[in-house]
């Protein structure tokens, strides 16, 4: 190279420069501050067109292409390098082209001249276009920005770490809150310092696979927080080239949401297990054409397999029973070609060959528009069905049994009071089956008639209150056809409210009309008699009950009337009982009729009547119907072609008045009737209560009498019967006496009529006879061989068995010779039927008892006893002795006594011979034998054994 001068030189170097400067694209400006010119130079400035302008216009015109808002920032540049503060200048602002465009440049300038203060005089720099540069920078800026942003606001812990070490490099806020430390705690550290796993092992594993592969994808994880819990986590790390060390970008998916989730749906899931195996439901799923995929353990168990054993692959040949085939078949088909759900009840085969009931559901499961699976469930309900069935059997058992008992069946609404039954319930009505509207419920009250209302609520009252016992109650229904049926109901509340009320009642009804009218007739017949269909006892004693109750409330007399017949026993005997029966039906018809609608009359039996008159107010009241009723039945009865008359013996009683029980009320009633029939019949009493007192009385001293008996009170004393011709003692009557310890000796009329017709009279003559034994022994001990004789009562002589009795009673006594017991018996006492006391007294004979007939002549039937009964002795009663000396009448009975006792070869003996004079009468008469005061009283025996040995006869008696 050939050596230049230094101007050339410099001239070449300015040009290399321009050249260089122009080869970049800037180009150069000269400012000289003295002479305010601004010069261009370069290619530069021709896209501004203004290296076309002439060079004095060239600096306003540039000025005037600058960026209006660029302006300030320029000059405030600008002024310290004008001041000459400083030496460079840099600035950027931007230039509108000719095209129009805005043009980023960059000036740079310089201060190569200045004045001695320092102020630029000159400034000479370059100037390039940066808008492309300024363009990079804006995107790369953009570009930090967005990742920054996405890198602070990632949810998932995120950061840079160190290959090397495992340091962290950087992380972001989602990494601090995840380790609930700040940033700088963490970057810096090592995770193994942080202990961020939750074991070391967790980092091991994450490197090892890291180094292996170069990148770690979604590796399951688990990190922990400083508090020790758990953070699962899929962890992506990728390297990241960096200058000076190897590092790995990290992001940590939070995946404990996911994991809770999943936790929750396998628990959720097993739970659903469990449930599905309490209800014993299966889950099961299909896949079209392949039959099942999946089956849960219920299923195996309903099929009776061991769960997790192969799937069936023939199902429905295998499993379904074959009636079911098609059924089941068709349900697949048709889920699978219209995509609909079924639900069917089959029988299916189970493994042990054993048929079962099953509810299968199923739906299609479609994905893309094809019916991908059918999954469903299936229960066993075998149980359930067999239950069902057993009930349908159990309801036509009862539906049967139903028909054939007749009952009808309802169903009580107790709320609404509606009640709805079925068609034998509304035949039972009285509808037809297909009545308009017969189905429907209606108000029970409707069922039955107005009358039965009340007695019904009162039945559903007391079943609501006490509804564990059945609702029983029957009533009538009234029918089309006018007739009336009864029915019961029975009924059982099967439902309740909250306060255990019942609200609904199931029941039957039964047509129980028969059994009623059957029930009916037979109240009837318990209640009246069978022949007038009066009232009978029973009912008679529930009627006066309530008239006594009815006169004790209104304060009126009830009167008790006792009716009984006279003469009714002779229309029997004479016409016959059917005519009896007739008089009876007619007799009862008039006392109907003679009485008012609320008397009433009641037969007791035979020709027995009882009439009831309530609401009187006197006994004249009662008297007035009584001699009503007599009237009725005085009137002649035609029996066939005759005709008869009764009469009536009534006895009453008013209560209260008489204030005595139902029972007693009777008696007395009775009692009087008595009294009435004593006083001649034909007649009514009013009931005595003073007689009654009379009677009490009598029963009071038969009671004291026994008292006295038992107590050795009775003593016997020893009459002496005497032949007054011969002056000769023959025997001794003995007579009772009571040794009272009160009143002293009592004569036997005080005593003995008391005992008359009472049981103590038999009781009594045992005694006497014991005694009288007693006597005969003693006086046979005394030498003194004297019958003794005893009076008997005729009901004691009457009974059967009386000769036995009293031939044992002398077996007692067997050193007693025959003949040493006498027996009288009083006329006047009732001998009512004299064979058997003929057959008594004839073996009273054998046995050595002869008879003395005593008080002869005061009776009627005397000359009947002498002829027809076995007696030895007839006693002359002491009333005829008594009178025989004034009265004519006494003496010719006296005589005639003694005549027939001549006649009948009887012996005679005169009673209650008082004075010699009558004694020398009997003697002039023919009757030798007599006892009476004149002989002597009757005395204590031991007395009577010192008198037999003094006493002489009075000397007329001894004169012949
Ligand atoms: N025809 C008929 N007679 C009966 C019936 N029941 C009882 N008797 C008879 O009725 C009679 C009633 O006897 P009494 O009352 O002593 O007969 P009476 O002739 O009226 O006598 P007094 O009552 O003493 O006046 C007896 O003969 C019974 O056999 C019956 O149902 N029909």
């Not at 990728?238 to 628990?267: G, K, M, N, S």
């Not at 079943?463 to 229904?477: C, E, I, M, Y």
């Not at 009571?738 to 009594?764: V, Y």
């Not at 036995?804 to 017991?821: E, F, N, V």
């Amino acid at each position: 190279m050939n050596a230049m001068d230094p101007l050339q030189a410099l001239s070449q170097r300015e040009q290399e420069l321009l050249t260089t400067l122009e080869a970049t694209g800037g180009g150069r400006w000269t400012w000289d501050l003295r002479n305010h010119q601004l010069s261009f130079h370069g290619d530069f400035y021709r896209p501004y067109g203004l290296l076309e302008l002439p060079e004095r216009q060239r600096t306003a015109y540039w000025r005037s292409l600058q960026h209006p808002d660029d302006m300030a920032v320029t000059a405030a540049q600008l002024r310290p390098v004008l001041s000459g503060k400083t030496k460079n200048y840099e600035v950027e602002f931007r230039v509108r082209n000719t095209v129009g465009s805005w043009r980023w440049v960059r000036v740079r300038g310089c201060t190569t001249a200045q004045e001695h203060r320092g102020r630029a005089l000159r400034i000479v720099g370059i100037i390039t276009d940066v808008t492309e540069q300024r363009a990079t920078e804006e995107a790369l800026r953009a570009s930090e920005a967005k990742y920054n942003t996405i890198y602070q606001a990632l949810p998932d812990p995120a950061g840079m770490a160190r290959v090397a070490d495992g340091c962290f490099v950087e992380v972001n806020p989602a990494f601090c809150t995840l380790m609930g430390l700040p940033r700088e705690s963490i970057v810096g550290h090592t995770s193994a310092a942080l202990k961020i796993w939750a074991t070391p092992h967790e980092r091991s594993r994450l490197m090892q696979l890291y180094q292996r592969h170069g990148k770690v994808d979604k590796l399951p994880m688990v990190a922990q927080r400083p508090d020790g819990t758990k953070v699962h986590g899929l962890m992506s790390a990728y390297p990241v080239p960096t200058a000076d060390e190897e590092c790995f970008v990290f992001v940590f998916h939070d995946i404990t949401r996911e994991q809770r989730i999943y936790e929750e749906l396998q628990a959720s899931n097993s739970l659903l297990q469990q449930a599905g195996r309490l209800a014993r439901l299966g889950v099961w799923e299909d896949l079209p054409g392949r039959g099942p995929v999946y089956w849960s353990d219920v299923c195996y168990e309903i099929h009776g397999l061991p769960p997790g054993s192969p799937l069936p692959r023939d199902y429905v040949q295998r499993h379904v029973a074959p009636t079911w085939h098609d059924t089941f078949r068709n349900a697949l088909r048709q889920c699978i070609r219209q995509r609909v759900e079924w639900n069917l009840e089959i029988e299916i085969v189970r493994a042990d060959g054993r048929l079962v009931w099953m509810r299968a559901l199923g739906e299609p499961v479609v994905e893309e528009g094809r019916v991908v699976r059918i999954r469903g469930v299936m229960q066993d309900i075998d149980a359930s069905k067999r239950a069902e069935a057993q009930v349908r059997e159990r309801e036509a058992l009862l539906s049967l049994t139903m028909a054939a008992a007749s009952l009808g069946r309802w169903d009580w609404d107790m709320q609404t009071g509606l009640i709805q039954g079925d068609v034998r319930w509304r035949a039972m009505r009285g509808l037809h089956p297909n009545e308009e509207g017969a189905s429907e419920p209606v108000p029970w009250q409707q069922c039955t008639v107005a009358e039965d209302v009340p007695k019904i609520a009162r039945e559903l009252d007391r079943h609501t209150r006490h509804s564990v016992t059945h609702f029983d109650a029957t009533w009538r229904v009234p029918q089309h056809s006018g007739g009336m049926r009864w029915i019961r109901n029975l009924g059982k509340s099967v439902a309740h409210d909250v306060s255990g009320h019942p609200v609904r009642m199931l029941g039957v009804s039964m047509d129980v009309t028969p059994q009623h009218e059957h029930e009916q007739q037979l109240h009837r017949l318990a209640h009246h008699d069978a022949l007038t269909g009066l009232p009978n006892r029973v009912l008679l004693a529930r009627c006066l009950t309530q008239a006594m109750e009815q006169a004790r409330t209104l304060g009126t007399l009830l009167g008790v009337a006792y009716l009984d017949l006279d003469g009714f026993k002779p229309v029997n005997d004479q016409h016959g009982h059917e005519a009896g029966d007739h008089l009876l039906v007619v007799a009862a018809n008039r006392l109907t009729h003679a009485l008012r609608a609320t008397d009433c009359v009641a037969r007791l039996g035979g020709d027995e009547f009882i009439i009831l008159l309530p609401g009187l107010h006197s006994s004249i009241d009662c008297e007035q119907t009584l001699h009503h009723v007599m009237e009725g039945l005085a009137a002649p009865y035609s029996l066939g072609h005759e005709s008869v008359t009764v009469t009536a013996s009534i006895g009453y009683t008013l209560y209260p008045q008489d204030d005595a029980d139902a029972d007693t009320l009777l008696r007395h009633a009775d009692q009087a009737m008595y009294h009435a029939k004593q006083a001649g019949r034909n007649r009514f009493f009013q009931f005595d209560a003073a007689s009654e007192r009379a009677a009490q009385q009598v029963l009071a001293h038969t009671a004291r009498l026994h008292t006295a008996l038992t107590q050795h009170q009775f003593v016997l004393y020893l009459q002496p019967k005497v032949d007054m011709r011969q002056g000769t003692v023959i025997g001794a009557e003995a007579l009772v006496r009571w040794n009272h310890p009160e009143k002293g000796l009592l004569a036997p009329g005080s005593f003995l009529p008391q005992m008359q017709g009472t049981a103590l009279e038999t009781i009594f003559g045992a005694w006497v006879v014991d005694t009288a034994l007693d006597m005969a022994v003693t006086l046979h001990n005394h030498g003194l061989l004297l019958p003794v004789s005893i009076n008997i009562a005729a009901p004691h002589l009457q009974q059967a068995d009386f000769a036995d009795w009293l031939a044992q009673r002398m077996a007692c006594y067997p050193q007693l010779p025959k003949g040493s017991l006498r027996i009288e018996i009083t006329e006047t006492a009732a001998l009512y039927n004299l064979e058997p006391v003929a057959q008594t007294l004839l073996q009273l004979r054998e046995m050595g008892v002869c008879t003395a007939l005593d008080d002869f002549g005061t009776g009627y039937s005397s000359l009947t006893y002498l002829r027809r009964l076995p007696l030895e002795t007839i006693k002359i009663d002491q009333s005829f002795v008594r009178g025989m000396a004034d009265d004519a009448g006494d003496l010719a009975i006296v005589q005639g006594v003694i005549g027939l006792a001549r006649s009948f070869d009887y012996r005679v003996i005169a009673e209650g011979v008082e004075t010699v004079a009558q004694g020398s009468m009997l003697l002039q008469m023919g009757c030798n034998l007599a006892q009476g005061y004149c002989i002597a009283q009757a005395m204590p025996i031991e007395e009577f054994i010192e008198w037999v040995g003094r006493w002489q006869a009075p000397l007329p008696w001894q004169q012949p």
